[in-house]
């Protein structure tokens, strides 16, 4: 794992565009627009290409050495001269360096921050993500102008909360802890703002907690923290795996339980729900505010870290930008939204809940909100 603050790491504003403009000076205007919408439609072409080495094991062959196509494609048994068009392909998003070798063959290099990133059992992997792209995003997206004439709505023509199976669930789940660092940092120096210490003792609730990243980071932050992972039980199994290896398993407790038809216990000092909200319709999203202040103490806060849009942001957030996009991924993919500040602020009012904080994340802002 790299460092963090490492600043070899790749970022995404790196990547260059695939359109040189300088060309473009003088040009028509529609041209320049086809030009400009082009690119967007050739996004499909990145996660085409990157899951393609994927499924073929390109990333863990080159995990183990860089390798000329030659060499990659007696590894992975493939054809050569498409060996080659995928990797070069890859070189374009910078997903693999590609270099002059001594006999005049390129050379294909996996940078190391990735190596971890496409490993099956890295912390921060992206292989869960791509194996729900490929078992439900793909196909899901050819449906999203269905689904924008008839709204998601399920048999009775209700709106349906965004519910995948329990296996569909598995491999997303362990593709998304690369958010956690950055919203956990954020939510840790609120609560010392707001008060909390590291050495005195509270409890965390984590709804619908997946592999758990979020509250094992937080006792990785406050060592008297104990939390509760609360999900269904083949998730919840991957989470009691996952607190053993951040070493936190003696204060991370499982509970297999569902959080629509269950009790969720109470003095529940932190209730967290990550990635919770945009999967609601409005009633169950306001259905889970009034069912977590039951569960909370006394002076308890509730954080919520979600696609959560904030319309007085006038200039124009990389967040709301990315958030109003999620929005259409879940429209997509069955129901949810990414639902406004002024929509929890609602819900929390008719929860005798306020907010106290709302903080931004490189892909969520958190919002902290205790009772009224
Ligand atoms: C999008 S994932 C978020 C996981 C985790 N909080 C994170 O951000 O990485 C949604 C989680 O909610 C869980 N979930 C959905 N419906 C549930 C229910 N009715 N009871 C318990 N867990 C549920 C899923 O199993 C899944 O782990």
Redesign the pocket.
């Known amino acids: 794992m790299t460092a963090p603050g490492d600043t070899t790491a790749t970022t995404s504003a790196s990547f260059a565009s695939l359109v040189d403009s300088a060309h473009l000076t003088g040009i028509e205007a529609e041209s320049q627009a086809a030009h400009r919408l082009y690119e967007h439609l050739i996004a499909l072409w990145a996660p085409g290409v990157i899951e393609a080495a994927h499924d073929l094991g390109a990333f863990s062959a080159l995990t183990v050495a860089p390798a000329t196509a030659v060499q990659l494609a007696e590894i992975l048994d493939t054809d050569l001269r498409a060996t080659r068009v995928l990797l070069d392909g890859l070189s374009a998003y910078d997903v693999v360096r590609r270099s002059p070798g001594a006999d005049g063959q390129a050379v294909y290099t996996l940078p190391a921050e990735l190596h971890e990133v496409f490993s099956p059992d890295g912390l921060y992997s992206l292989a869960g993500k791509i194996s729900h792209d490929r078992n439900v995003a793909w196909n899901a997206w050819r449906n999203l102008a269905e689904n924008v004439r008839s709204g998601a709505r399920d048999a009775t023509g209700g709106e349906r909360v965004n ?1 995948i199976s ?1 296996e569909d ?1 598995t491999s ?2 362990r593709g ?2 690369f ?1 956690a660092p950055p919203i956990v940092r954020a939510l840790a120096d609120a609560l010392r703002e707001l008060g909390w210490s590291t050495g005195e003792s509270a409890q965390v609730l ?1 709804v ?4 758990g ?2 509250s094992q980071l937080m006792l990785r932050e406050f060592p008297a923290l104990t939390a509760n992972g ?3 039980g083949r ?1 919840t199994a991957i989470a009691a795996r996952q607190a053993q290896e951040l070493g936190v398993a003696d204060r991370f407790r499982v509970v297999v ?4 038809n269950d009790d969720w216990g109470t003095d529940v000092d932190l209730a967290l729900f ?3 909200f945009h ?1 609601q319709t409005p009633e169950s999203a306001r259905e889970l505010l009034l069912k977590s202040t039951k569960s909370l103490s006394q002076n308890g806060l509730i954080a919520i870290a979600d696609h959560i849009v904030d319309d007085d942001d006038g200039a124009g957030s990389v967040q709301n930008k990315f958030f109003r996009l999620f929005a259409a991924s879940m429209l997509a993919t069955g129901g949810g939204d990414a639902y406004t500040l002024h929509d929890y602020d609602q819900w929390l009012a008719d929860s005798e809940l306020r907010r106290v904080a709302l903080l931004d994340t490189p892909m969520h802002r958190v919002l902290l909100a205790r009772r009224a």
Do not use: A, R
Not at 208 to 211: K, L, S, V
Not at 257 to 260: E, G, I
């Open positions: 519910q329990e669930y997303l789940v998304i802890n958010w984590d619908g907690c997946g592999t990243i979020y609360l999900d269904t998730i339980k569902d959080f629509w990550v990635n919770i999967l």
